[in-house]
């Protein structure tokens, strides 16, 4: 019975080290009193000027899900919960997605005291249809930036997109040490 007990306790450790962290963000597009998103923000660089337009939407299933239309410029909009992550850590993102245009699921990635590194975020293309999806972003440190420490969820809408998302989940999957 105890040889049982430690095998399971093992196994359960063992479990958890290859187990992802839930990244504990706005993910249902809870908006305040005046239909503004909490805890998501736009990139308001100038490079993405004119900012698009965000909205909180129901997905098909009655779910909270968002809306992210561009008016001509590529769309960065993210979450402003920075989370633990370092290089060689990857993000897992699952949701449902539909619509038009490309999406990219990503992140910006800070060094220590939020001294930006560098963002990455890889498009894939969107179709009318929602459909089931799941990335993984590996994060690769960048020859002379700083050490990657902290991050926040990026979605980038490509130029004239029109995309969909709902039952957003992001999940930090831990380097092998």
């Not at 809306?67 to 993000?91: A, Q, W």
Request: proline content about 3%; some cysteine.
């Amino acid at each position: 019975m105890m040889k049982k007990a430690m095998g399971m306790m093992l196994l359960a450790v063992v479990a958890g080290l290859y187990a992802g962290d839930e990244v504990n963000f706005n993910k249902n597009f809870a908006t305040d009193e005046n239909g503004k998103i909490v805890q998501w923000k736009f990139n308001e660089n100038q490079e993405f000027i004119p900012l698009g337009k965000v909205e909180a939407i129901q997905g098909k299933e009655g779910n909270n899900g968002i809306r992210i239309t561009s008016t001509g410029k590529n769309v960065h909009y993210y979450c402003n919960t920075m989370f633990p992550v370092e290089s060689g850590d990857s993000l897992k993102f699952t949701a449902k997605v539909s619509g038009s245009g490309q999406l990219a699921l990503g992140g910006y990635f800070y060094g220590e005291k939020r001294v930006f590194a560098f963002g990455t975020y890889p498009f894939f293309s969107i179709t009318q249809e929602e459909q089931p999806i799941e990335k993984t972003l590996v994060i690769e440190q960048q020859a002379g930036r700083p050490a990657v420490v902290s991050g926040l969820i990026a979605l980038v809408a490509s130029a004239g997109s029109d995309i969909r998302i709902s039952d957003l989940n992001v999940e930090v999957i831990r380097k092998k040490k």
